[in-house]
């Protein structure tokens, strides 16, 4: 493209952009005829700009018209009585269950599986045997010291007998052989009292891992066995309130399995520390199971009460915003006070706030623009009195040009 096309476009793109500006900016035209820019030129743009001045400057007067309709009387508002509620009057927590007491059988030697004497689900006392290892080897080895413990018993009491023909040395070393004929003994027996394996704890046998025949050792675990007349539920509280908790403080729970079963309990025990990573604390409830209708690993829904926190509360449509933070309009005599607030639980049709507020009193929520601290208001709404509306700006308008034509 040559040169002078495109000072063409430039220059066409500049009148444009100059037009566009003097049009839509009342000033422009002032400011183009101070740096010399001939008056016929300006005419002819700037007419929409002056129209635009006068629209405005009508607009203006109408305003002002308006405004001093308005503003001849105290500002019109709506009110809405402060409210109270309570807050962190309860704690609700998800927990999982465990048996009261819950023992994982192993036996006390290894060996064989013999024998398996219960089944799962069968309930057992403490001290029941419920398995068998093999124990032919600790029988004899009972039987051999008890072989052994009547022969020293019969010579120490040989050697009692003669009196003084035999002495003093010798009868104390058949009764030194004696008692340790009576201790192989005891440790034989127990040997083959460990054969049997009882359980530790009464309750509910679980499913039994092991089989006859089974070589089983210490570790090995044969059944648990869970006690199941209470139930011990874990949650984890906040730390705010860590200080509310306390040992006997009653609770109420919901298995989540069974919804519809109201269950009450205690608090058993409170951990003695806050977890760091979670800031929250351990606590354990205890809950009576009378029925057996639960079980150790369900999930419980566990709720405590405790006295709250009561604040007043408003609409939140009440709540305005300046640079020194929240406040409310508190209406008294016809009087508009301004009352900090400082808001501590934001809901969908109330807000709880920290402030200056009793129930009852009543609090702008509609008209609040034009309130000032100690100015005069008139209440919109008042209790058995229907809602009076501003009177429009328009119909007022109206009023006073029939007046005038009158």
Not at 29 to 52: F, I
Not at 120 to 126: A, L, M
Request: charged share 25%.
């Amino acid at each position: 493209m040559r040169l002078w096309k495109q000072l063409l476009i430039c220059l066409v793109i500049l009148v444009g952009g100059l037009g566009v500006w003097v049009r839509f900016v009342p000033a422009a035209a002032t400011m183009l005829a101070k740096v010399g820019v001939p008056e016929q030129l300006l005419s002819y743009v700037a007419k929409p700009a002056d129209a635009v001045k006068a629209g405005e400057g009508q607009g203006a007067r109408g305003q002002g018209q308006g405004g001093r309709g308005q503003g001849g009387g105290a500002p019109l508002v709506v009110t809405q009585p402060a409210d109270t509620a309570v807050v962190n009057d309860r704690l609700n927590a998800i927990g999982s269950g465990e048996a009261i007491l819950s023992v994982s059988v192993t036996p006390l030697a290894t060996g064989n599986l013999t024998e398996i004497l219960v089944k799962s689900g069968d309930r057992i006392e403490k001290g029941q045997v419920i398995a068998k290892l093999d124990s032919d080897e600790q029988k004899i080895a009972a039987a051999q010291a008890k072989v052994a413990l009547d022969s020293a018993r019969e010579k120490v009491e040989r050697n009692r007998k003669l009196g003084n023909a035999v002495s003093v040395a010798i009868l104390r070393e058949a009764e030194f052989a004696m008692q340790a004929a009576e201790l192989a003994l005891q440790t034989a027996e127990l040997d083959l009292k460990r054969r049997d394996i009882a359980a530790p704890s009464g309750g509910i046998v679980g499913i039994i891992t092991a089989h006859p025949g089974d070589y089983v050792t210490t570790s090995t675990s044969i059944a648990v066995v869970d006690d199941r007349s209470q139930i011990l539920v874990d949650f984890w509280v906040p730390e705010r309130f860590s200080t509310k908790v306390s040992v006997g403080q009653d609770v109420s729970a919901n298995a989540i399995a069974q919804p519809t079963s109201e269950l009450s309990g205690v608090i058993d025990a409170i951990d003695n520390r806050v977890d760091q990573a979670s800031r929250t604390l351990r606590v354990r409830a205890r809950i009576d199971n009378p029925d057996d209708t639960l079980r150790a690993g369900m999930s419980f829904s566990v709720s405590v009460r405790f006295p709250g926190d009561t604040y007043p509360t408003v609409n939140p449509l009440a709540i305005q915003w300046s640079a020194d933070g929240s406040f409310v309009w508190r209406v008294e005599a016809e009087k508009s006070r301004r009352v900090p607030v400082k808001i501590i639980q934001r809901n969908s049709d109330k807000v709880l706030v920290d402030a200056e507020l009793a129930k009852g009193d009543a609090v702008a929520i509609e008209g609040v623009q034009r309130l000032r601290d100690g100015g005069t208001v008139r209440i919109a709404t008042e209790p058995g009195k229907e809602r009076q509306k501003p009177q429009p700006d328009n119909q007022e308008q109206k009023v006073s040009e029939a007046e005038a034509a009158k």
